[in-house]
């Protein structure tokens, strides 16, 4: 999968994503509007706001963000 696919299915297509990251479930989902986000790492869930930019920059995931693990979880990404 490439990060323009991505973008295109969550911005164009208002799809969530999930993948796995060490061992541990998480997502990105659209929380309202495409300027909220959702971000879920296990049970720990925070709000972004700046749209899916700002979504995907954020070090959430033990401290990495989307951008920076996308190369490891691209093959466990899943749309809902």
């Not at 979504?55 to 951008?67: N, T």
């Amino acid at each position: 999968m490439t990060f323009d696919y991505l973008r295109e299915a969550v911005v164009e297509n208002a799809n969530d994503f999930y993948f796995d990251y060490n061992g541990v479930n998480c997502g990105v989902e659209i929380h309202g509007t495409l300027e909220t986000f959702d971000l879920l790492y296990g049970d720990t869930i925070k709000t972004v706001t700046g749209g899916f930019e700002a979504a995907i920059r954020e070090p959430f995931f033990d401290k990495k963000s989307v951008l920076d693990l996308f190369d490891s979880v691209d093959d466990t990404i899943r749309f809902a």
